[in-house]
């Protein structure tokens, strides 16, 4: 019995050992399948497929490509953007000189842009290569991708081309010309709301280099040097912020002077080293300053507060140490001053108070006489229709020219007030919009006679310089500058400014005008004009009378098609065919 348990026991303890080592077995199988699998499984998921390139723009083979052009490569998958560089990718002319640019990733759209720097050479071809070292996220290297493209053959246009002061609605090309249509009527160099102009001839000085102004310039000084400080709606010069406030070299470059007014600056006075400033804004520098403040010439904020609460200075004039302020508004740091006042130097504001009924645009001093024009009727509640003088006192004079409407600019010469605006007649004589009174209130012979609004004044020697929005000048074409000496007689001088002219400032042999305009020295083309594509206006001046919408080629004749009535002074309704040497 004995026995037969241990033999028992004996079967037993083997059989369970059996199961243990089956299971043994059986769990690590189990095990190096799961791992295989995992393995294949890893295996599968690993992306080992190397990238392609879906497209390159410009395409192969592609002609008259621009002389700057945007190279796209767009892949089909994601890639590692540390292999993509000027090293891996490549834009070479076929003699091996690599053309300069930077290279931007499109994550989203799984592209990449090679934007030129410098212009290529025309009637070249270019190669765009993709070399193996460019991989995707996963390592992958790509197969070498190459593309070639051929420029233009014709030239391109540079900086200072040419622009238009109204809409193009159609472009066609022909050869090297290309003909375009729209609601234009002037061809101008792409000079917009501010630049220097040479005294003399009346175009950009030489030594000048113009930097684009993205806003109204309302106000312009001297700085004395050949260059100007100027104030407007700006908010960049060149590529550089410049809000609002900003200096301009004698050579056109842009100076660090940069206070940052947050809202327009519409007149601007200096003296010595201080530049004083009104408008509408309301920190200077992310500093409060209420329509007025002063700025040195390093830049620095002064302390000088007058706070203008309520309205815009319009105009400043400086005489000793005393700043006047004329405007809309209604109060200084508090206390009443209706549209004009006087403030000092250390910024405490003076008794002298006229008390206009309305807005002072404009000041000018002569002699110990403040003389100012606006669109006000009385000072100190006596009658004074847009023209009054004031002493240092406060005292109105009696010099009344009585303007039949707005005054907007002033300027002086000896004892002669010079006086421009919206009015027709001065004292009841016919005066339109400019006019010139002696300091006595005696009106003068001077009658230059534009045909719309003077807004800027500027003198020097014998000759008003004036700017605004007239097109003639006593019948002569002067679109919105002209220049005038005093004895009356209309000069040669003719910048031809494509908009509006605000600010005028004499700085050396050359004047700063500034204003809202996109052209200076335009040359007229009525809704029809020709271009090489280096940016040179053509003798082609089919001259539409109305406006250009649609244009299309055969051959060398320009068909055309708007809302014209004649072309050429012929009648052609709204359909018309010219070639292109400009025959009807």
């Not at 540079?158 to 375009?180: E, Q, R």
């Not at 010469?413 to 005066?431: A, E, K, L, P, Q």
């Amino acid at each position: 019995m004995k026995n037969s348990n241990s033999t028992m026991k004996s079967t037993t303890s083997s059989v369970l050992s059996m199961r243990l080592l089956a299971a043994l077995i059986s769990i690590g199988m189990l095990t190096a399948c799961q791992s295989k699998g995992k393995l294949e499984a890893e295996l599968t998921q690993k992306d080992l497929t190397p990238p392609q390139v879906l497209s390159i723009s410009p395409a192969n083979g592609a002609t008259e490509v621009s002389d700057k052009p945007m190279i796209t490569v767009v892949f089909n998958e994601e890639m590692d953007v540390t292999t993509i560089n000027s090293a891996t990718l490549t834009l070479k002319d076929s003699s091996g000189n690599a053309a300069t640019g930077s290279i931007a990733a499109d994550a989203t759209n799984r592209a990449f842009t090679f934007t030129t720097v410098t212009s290529l050479f025309t009637n070249t071809a270019y190669t765009i290569a993709l070399s193996q070292n460019i991989k995707d996220k996963s390592g992958n290297a790509l197969a070498p991708v190459s593309s070639t493209f051929t420029t233009d053959v014709c030239p391109k246009a540079k900086n200072g081309d040419l622009a238009l002061n109204n809409s193009v609605n159609a472009i066609v090309k022909v050869g090297c010309i290309l003909y375009l249509g729209g609601g234009f009527t002037s061809v101008g160099n792409a000079y917009s709301n501010g630049i220097a102009l040479s005294m003399s001839a009346g175009d950009k000085p030489a030594s000048y280099s113009y930097l684009r102004i993205n806003g109204t310039v309302f106000a312009a000084v001297t700085d004395g040097a050949g260059g100007w400080y100027i104030g407007g709606g700006f908010t960049k010069i060149g590529n550089t912020a410049r809000n609002r406030l900003a200096h301009i070299k004698a050579n056109g470059s842009l100076g660090t002077w940069n206070p940052d007014a947050n809202s327009a600056v519409t007149t601007l006075a200096i003296s010595g080293s201080t530049i004083y400033a009104g408008g509408v804004f309301t920190t200077i520098s992310g500093t409060t300053r209420n329509r007025l403040a002063a700025i040195d010439t390093a830049g620095v904020l002064q302390a000088w507060n007058p706070d203008v609460a309520n309205n815009t200075v319009e105009t400043l004039v400086i005489s000793g140490s005393t700043i006047y302020a004329g405007g809309s508004f209604t109060t200084i740091g508090g206390t009443t001053r209706n549209r004009l006042a006087a403030i000092d130097t250390a910024g405490v504001l003076q008794a002298w108070n006229p008390d206009a009924n309305g807005p002072i645009y404009a000041m000018v001093m002569n002699g110990s006489n403040l003389y100012v024009g606006g669109s006000f009727t009385t000072i100190g509640g006596v009658t004074r229709n847009r023209l009054a003088a004031i002493d240092a006192a406060g005292v109105l004079q009696a010099w009344n020219p009585n303007g039949s409407d707005y005054v907007r600019a002033m300027a002086t010469i000896g004892s002669v007030i010079y006086v421009g605006g919206i009015f027709t007649n001065i004292g009841g004589t016919g005066r339109n919009c400019l006019a010139a009174i002696d300091t006595a209130g005696a009106l003068q012979a001077w009658n230059p006679n534009p045909s719309s609004i003077v807004s800027a004044i500027a003198v020097s020697g014998s000759t008003v310089y004036v700017g605004g929005v007239f097109t003639t000048v006593g019948g002569t074409a002067r679109n919105r500058l002209a220049a005038i000496d005093t004895s009356g007689t209309l000069q040669a001088w003719n910048p031809n400014a494509g908009g509006s002219v605000s600010a005028m400032a004499v700085s050396g042999s050359n004047i700063y005008a500034g204003g809202n305009f996109p052209t200076m020295g335009g040359t007229a083309r009525n809704r029809l004009a020709a271009f090489d594509t280096a940016g040179v206006l053509q003798a082609w001046n089919p001259d539409s009378n109305n406006t250009v919408s649609a244009l299309a080629i055969s051959g060398s004749t320009i068909y055309m098609g708007g809302t014209f009535t004649t072309i050429g002074g012929t009648a052609r309704n709204r359909l018309a065919a010219v070639d292109t040497a400009g025959v009807l």
